[in-house]
């Protein structure tokens, strides 16, 4: 590792937020001119040889006057980031594809507002523009592109002003201990087939079928043998009608990881039961998930899809 690298780790690393609020103080900005600060910088100093030359009194006040603006700015550009409070959101997760985005609460405690802050997490993945007025806090979403599946670290950020006049740039690192959950991509295909099992209950397959609890419309997944032929009947031109029963005898789908081609990459049979198991969701169905080494039992519900996702997602083959 060469000097430079090792200086600029231990400067990261003492400016490593964790999930903190953090206040940017004046050890933690740094200003410096942008190129129209130093073109600005050439040209007073053309003027100011030229009204020695010429002794020009009124080229020195001019000369005197801009660079008084030029170092008046430099002071509000730092001043601009100089205080700002920043803490840290949650992410919600995302599928391998999309984009993820990290929030981030900007807080002013000043009276006067704080313009033109910009905010960037990567190079490329596009800036992030903010106005805070006075005595308010604002909250950004930093963008980040998820390409694969897993935990997705926020890199460092870099945040930045060149507000009033353009003339000094003024910027700070942060490096929150943000990550945002990125579930493999789904592949849409069909669903397996239901499997009857035993729920609630001491009957059999026969017993079970006993309580009738009513009708529902019919999905992909359920067996022919559960369609109400005769009330389908009365009404051909609606969707076949299932019966439903409660306790005894049920249906659920179980989402196993050898129900996919062999063949397939791991990361596409992920994909694939992904699939399934956001298909499953929709159709409001009972399902189980099944990986090596990992068998979630059958559920349902928002709880159970989200450990069906981040299985997928988390799952080390």
């Given at each position: 590792?060469?000097l430079?690298a090792t200086?600029?780790?231990?400067?990261?690393?003492?400016q490593s937020?964790g999930?903190?609020?953090?206040?940017?103080?004046?050890r933690?900005?740094?200003?410096?001119?942008?190129?129209?600060?130093?073109?600005?910088?050439?040209?007073?100093v053309?003027?100011l040889?030229?009204?020695?030359?010429?002794?020009?009194?009124?080229?020195h006040?001019?000369?005197?006057l801009?660079?008084g603006?030029?170092l008046?700015?430099m002071?509000?550009?730092?001043?601009n980031?100089h205080?700002l409070?920043?803490?840290?959101?949650?992410?919600?997760?995302?599928?391998?594809?999309?984009?993820?985005?990290?929030?981030?609460?900007?807080g002013?405690?000043?009276?006067?507002?704080r313009?033109g802050?910009?905010l960037?997490?990567?190079?490329?993945?596009?800036?992030?523009?903010?106005?805070?007025a006075g005595?308010?806090?604002?909250?950004?979403?930093l963008?980040?592109?998820a390409?694969?599946?897993?935990w997705l670290?926020?890199?460092?950020?870099?945040l930045?002003?060149r507000?009033?006049l353009?003339?000094?740039?003024?910027?700070?690192?942060?490096?929150?201990?943000?990550r945002?959950l990125?579930?493999?991509?789904p592949?849409?295909?069909?669903?397996?087939?239901?499997?009857?099992?035993?729920?609630?209950?001491?009957?059999?397959?026969d017993?079970g079928?006993?309580?009738f609890?009513?009708?529902?419309?019919?999905?992909?997944?359920?067996?022919?043998?559960?369609?109400?032929?005769?009330?389908?009947?009365?009404a051909p031109s609606?969707p076949?009608?299932?019966?439903?029963?409660?306790?005894?005898?049920?249906?659920?789908?179980?989402?196993d990881?050898?129900?996919?081609?062999?063949?397939?990459?791991?990361?596409t049979r992920?994909?694939?039961?992904t699939?399934?198991?956001?298909a499953?969701?929709?159709?409001?169905?009972c399902?189980?998930?099944?990986l090596?080494?990992?068998d979630?039992?059958?559920?349902?519900?928002?709880?159970?899809?989200?450990?069906?996702?981040e299985?997928?997602?988390?799952?080390?083959?």
């Amino acid at each position: 590792m060469t000097l430079f690298a090792t200086l600029r780790q231990r400067l990261f690393r003492w400016q490593s937020d964790g999930t903190a609020p953090t206040r940017l103080g004046q050890r933690r900005v740094f200003i410096l001119p942008t190129g129209a600060g130093l073109l600005f910088t050439i040209a007073l100093v053309v003027m100011l040889i030229g009204a020695i030359n010429y002794t020009l009194a009124l080229g020195h006040a001019l000369v005197f006057l801009l660079a008084g603006i030029a170092l008046n700015g430099m002071v509000h550009t730092f001043r601009n980031l100089h205080g700002l409070i920043v803490t840290p959101g949650r992410c919600e997760p995302v599928f391998a594809g999309e984009i993820a985005h990290f929030p981030l609460r900007l807080g002013n405690e000043r009276n006067s507002p704080r313009l033109g802050l910009e905010l960037e997490a990567a190079p490329g993945a596009g800036s992030t523009h903010a106005d805070i007025a006075g005595n308010e806090m604002q909250r950004v979403s930093l963008p980040l592109p998820a390409e694969r599946r897993g935990w997705l670290s926020l890199p460092r950020v870099r945040l930045w002003t060149r507000y009033p006049l353009g003339l000094f740039r003024a910027w700070s690192y942060l490096q929150p201990e943000m990550r945002c959950l990125v579930y493999p991509a789904p592949l849409a295909s069909p669903l397996p087939p239901a499997v009857p099992t035993l729920r609630g209950g001491e009957h059999g397959n026969d017993g079970g079928e006993e309580d009738f609890a009513g009708f529902r419309l019919r999905q992909p997944a359920d067996s022919p043998r559960h369609v109400a032929w005769k009330a389908s009947a009365r009404a051909p031109s609606r969707p076949l009608l299932v019966k439903q029963f409660a306790g005894g005898a049920q249906v659920e789908l179980r989402l196993d990881w050898d129900l996919t081609n062999p063949a397939l990459p791991a990361e596409t049979r992920l994909s694939l039961l992904t699939g399934w198991v956001l298909a499953a969701d929709a159709l409001g169905a009972c399902y189980a998930l099944r990986l090596p080494g990992t068998d979630i039992p059958a559920g349902t519900g928002e709880q159970h899809r989200r450990r069906c996702l981040e299985t997928l997602a988390l799952a080390t083959l």
